[in-house]
């Protein structure tokens, strides 16, 4: 008997396309790996199962980071297994080439990478002389609820009209490993020509999206703080009494100084001038009044969604994205995330109608149950009618915007219900008619020794919430930004008020802010361009760096790799990063840098997914950018690479110098800077981690610095170390060492006595109840160390390149256990996992002690937690 074989891209799908399928086809069987009835066999990847590889004549083992062996080009790409997913690829193969399976399906999530991920295991089934060549359908889901699925299923695609996708999805994973491989392999190679090893990683969007971030900071860097005046008035009318700020009725913008504004004083003599002429005087009133309304913002698309989360919640992208799969893959409560469009199909008018049923009716948990009243507002008043604001075909890819299904929300996580929440605020807005305002613009003139004098009051009432009433919004006025509020008093025609005070406010120009996540998705989608308006944002969204479904993991890569740091909200570029943007510059190869280049890439790949652009083509020109880049790297001879470098604050340890920063050092330049200096000098990158700034003006000052994460030995390991700056007599100067914590641990062997007199005990040591100090890279009992030790304690200050804090060690010393901790590194497998860091009692030392995990059967109690390993 013949049978269609599933593929999906997840367990948890499978498990809902068996559930959604077992009315109307029967009662599956489950086996380990897939289950199975009359009709079909439903089993899943688990993401990506196989990686696209160099063949094996071309694929660089020894000396891969030499330019010798660069570029690396192939004509075609092999497939590799990734190790931890072998033992699914292989049931999955075996499932794909069985007899009886006459038929596969595609239920891999409905994009690019669900196609890819189904295309390489079918690919990777065949064999070098025989392709699998059976018929393939493609189930395309906008929802996971089980109707939704059945409804998939009477619209199966076809493999013909899924060709253009599955050849963008190729030429994007192709282009990527290129791109990846020469550019990384060039630039760790040119970092490394003078010893050591220094991973220098690039990437076909990453950095570009780095340079974003690296030029924003350049001009925080170079801007130059300067003092401005604003006047402020109060003025006394018979009704009351109301502000205004001064301003120049007369000033036009200024091309050649964007800081200059109509309210901005440039002198403080001026700026009290105008506040002393206006004090006490009368002034004249003359006012203008008019409505205003503004429309909801449309429908969410993934980005947005994530803009408005890190913004409002502090969520990150990838927390976004991670929150939003899980509602529509889990809990099925919203229509699948991973999407580029703000509109629904034209024939959905039925089904938004529905939703709004949906939530009008059901008993929502907490906070979404006054939602309930807005969504029967909006069926009663037959708010949801055709608009193309909401409803438009031809903005509709193959996603359409995330919206609410149909399935009422239960159970969910306080972060998924903050998400669900904004989905379906959002959802009823668009419906609801906009907000009218009525916007009063005063003018408070007064007239002193033949000048005029003009101050500007705002007003904004909200006359009709409209949409903003889902917002909690009923009655709301909006202050004007210089603090001038809305409720007016009101003027008389003809009445002239009094300059009852003035008040001059000193101030200062800002540099433009740094990047949260929220204006980073947003620049990523305008090609690096700051784009607020929403259909200027729409027309340039194709253009974009990476896909709504790709830009988190980008950030992610970009952190991880230690190019970025997030303080707070904010993302700020590291040492590294300015060492590589000035180094594809200094190369010549901004090619790399630049977001509209690659973000026209991305709309060629959009282009190929409409079956408009050939594969051949895109990847011809990205190869020959690739063999570009590494032919600029490979014949640059010059000693250094231009670029804007820094002038150190702490001076020379030698010679009490100026220490200048070129590309690979710092440097002494002598007591005025443009001398040879005394000889001293240091390495930016030792042992392939870049000096911060910072960093390296403690490291001078203090002649000490760490322990330090993230150094990587010739072999491209990583280490932690201390750095000292150690006298060396031969060469009569000072030079840069590791300390790996010697001395130390010297003492502790040779029991030579330690005082930490001038330190404050962190606590109590578990063992002996004697006081934990910082020691070398250790943290240890004062009684472990000298001639008469009689305790063993200590806990390293890095575990696993996992920083321990001296507030987790008060933590672990007080209460027995860290709180948890998420970046230890494991020497085995090379992957982070997250522990806790637990002094046991029994083993008498420090211990990883992990999450318990969760129960597999409701109603079932968790599992009791993992032994705990040694730290």
């Known amino acids: 008997m013949s049978k269609s074989l599933i593929i999906a891209e997840k367990p948890s799908v499978a498990q809902d396309i068996v559930r959604a399928l077992t009315p109307a086809s029967g009662k599956f069987e489950k086996h380990d790996e897939y289950f199975e009835n009359d009709d079909y066999v439903v089993?899943?990847?688990?993401?990506?199962?196989?990686?696209?590889?160099?063949?094996?004549?071309?694929?660089?083992?020894?000396?891969?980071?030499?330019?010798?062996?660069?570029?690396v080009i192939p004509p075609h790409f092999d497939l590799n297994p990734i190790d931890k997913s072998k033992g699914r690829l292989n049931a999955l193969v075996k499932l794909i080439r069985r007899k009886d399976v006459t038929s596969l399906i595609n239920a891999c999530d409905a994009g690019r990478e669900g196609e890819l991920i189904f295309r390489l295991i079918v690919q990777y089934a065949g064999t070098a002389k025989a392709a699998i060549s059976k018929p393939v359908s493609r189930l395309w889901l906008q929802s996971m609820t089980p109707q939704a699925i059945r409804d998939g299923f009477e619209k199966l695609r076809s493999d013909a009209q899924m060709l253009p996708l599955a050849d963008a999805a190729r030429c994007r994973s192709e282009a990527d490993w290129l791109v990846g491989i020469n550019g990384t392999r060039a630039m760790t190679a040119f970092n490394s020509r003078d010893g050591g090893f220094f991973l220098t990683t690039v990437g076909r969007v990453q950095t570009p999206t780095l340079s974003i971030v690296v030029e924003r900071e350049e001009k925080i860097r170079k801007h130059i703080y300067r003092d401005y005046w604003e006047v402020r008035g109060s003025f006394d009318a018979q009704a009351g009494q109301y502000e205004g700020k001064w301003f120049d009725p007369k000033w036009k913008k200024n091309p050649e100084d964007a800081e200059q504004r109509a309210d901005r004083v440039w002198s403080r003599a001026e700026a009290d001038a105008i506040a002393a002429a206006a004090k006490g005087q009368p002034a004249s009133v003359s006012e203008e009044s008019k409505p205003s309304t503004q429309a909801s913002p449309g429908l969410y698309d993934l980005t947005t969604l994530q803009r408005e989360a890190n913004s409002r919640f502090g969520f990150s992208a990838k927390t976004t994205l991670g929150l939003a799969q899980a509602l529509y893959e889990k809990h099925k409560v919203l229509t699948y995330p991973r999407t580029d469009s703000r509109y629904l199909p034209e024939d959905y008018l039925a089904v938004a109608k529905q939703t709004a049923e949906m939530i009008a009716s059901e008993d929502l948990p907490g906070p979404l149950m006054a939602l309930a009243q807005h969504a029967g507002t909006a069926l009663k008043n037959g708010y949801i009618k055709p608009t193309k604001k909401v409803f438009d075909n031809a903005k509709v890819s193959d996603h359409f915007a995330i919206i609410p299904t149909l399935q009422a929300p239960k159970s969910l996580t306080e972060a998924e219900a903050k998400l669900y929440d904004m989905v379906v605020k959002r959802f009823l807005a668009v419906f609801f008619p906009a907000a009218e305002f009525q916007v009063t613009t005063r003018i408070s003139t007064v007239k002193n020794a033949g000048k005029e004098y003009?101050?500007?009051?705002?007003?904004?009432?909200l006359v009709k919430p409209g949409w903003l009433a889902i917002y909690g919004k009923d009655s709301q006025v909006d202050d004007a930004a210089d603090g001038t509020g809305a409720n007016l008093v009101p003027v008389a025609a003809g009445e002239l008020v009094r300059t009852e005070g003035t008040d001059v406010k000193a101030l200062q120009t800002k540099p433009p802010a740094r990047y949260t996540e929220a204006t980073l998705l947003s620049a990523m989608e305008g090609a690096g361009k700051l784009v607020d308006d929403d259909e200027l944002r729409e027309a340039m969204a194709e253009k974009g760096l990476g896909t709504p479904a790709t830009r988190a993991a980008t950030i992610e890569g970009l952190i991880t790799e230690k190019y970025m740091l997030r303080e707070g909200r904010e993302l700020i570029p590291t040492a590294k990063a300015f060492q590589l943007m000035t180094l594809l510059r200094g190369l010549g190869v901004e090619d790399l840098t630049k977001p509209e280049l690659t973000g026209n890439w991305e709309f060629q790949l959009a282009e190929m997914e409409k079956g408009r652009l050939n594969r051949d083509a895109f990847m011809a020109e990205i190869a020959a950018m690739t063999q570009r880049v590494v032919q600029k790297?490979?014949?640059?001879?010059?000693?250094?690479i231009p670029g804007d470098y820094a002038t150190l604050k702490t001076p020379c340890p030698k010679c009490g110098g100026v220490v200048k920063e070129n590309y690979r050092r710092f440097t002494c330049t002598g007591k005025t800077g443009d001398a040879e200096g005394?000889?001293?000098?240091?390495?930016?990158?030792?042992?392939?981690?870049?000096?911060?700034?910072?960093e390296v003006e403690q490291f001078l000052a203090h002649k000490k610095i760490g322990p330090l994460e993230g150094f990587r030995s010739k072999a491209g390991w990583p280490f932690t170390a201390e750095l000292a700056l150690v006298y060396d007599e031969e060469l009569a100067n000072w030079k840069l060492e590791f300390d790996f914590g010697e001395d130390a641990k010297k003492a502790e062997e040779e029991g030579e006595p330690v005082d930490f007199s001038a330190q404050e005990s962190l606590g109590h040591c578990p063992k002996c109840g004697g006081g934990v100090y910082e020691h070398g890279t250790n943290y240890i009992c004062q009684n472990a160390v000298g001639a008469k030790a009689a305790c063993d304690f200590k806990s390293g200050k890095i575990i696993l390149q996992q920083p321990v804090e001296l507030g987790q060690m008060r933590k672990l010393l007080e209460t027995g256990k860290t709180d948890l901790l998420e970046n230890f590194v494991s020497n085995k497998t090379r992957r982070k996992f997250k522990a806790f860091l637990a002094f046991d009692k029994k083993e008498g030392k420090v211990m990883f002690e992990f999450e318990p995990r969760a129960a597999k059967v409701p109603g079932k109690a968790p599992a009791k937690k993992a032994a705990a390993k040694k730290a």
């Open 43 to 71: 089993s899943s990847a688990v993401g990506h199962l196989v990686e696209i590889k160099a063949p094996e004549e071309f694929d660089v083992k020894r000396g891969k980071w030499s330019f010798n062996n660069l570029p």
């Open 678 to 694: 005394c000889g001293f000098s240091i390495g930016k990158i030792p042992g392939g981690r870049s000096f911060e700034l910072a």
């Open 454 to 461: 003009a101050f500007q009051t705002n007003g904004k009432v």
């Open 633 to 640: 790297a490979k014949e640059y001879d010059r000693d250094t």
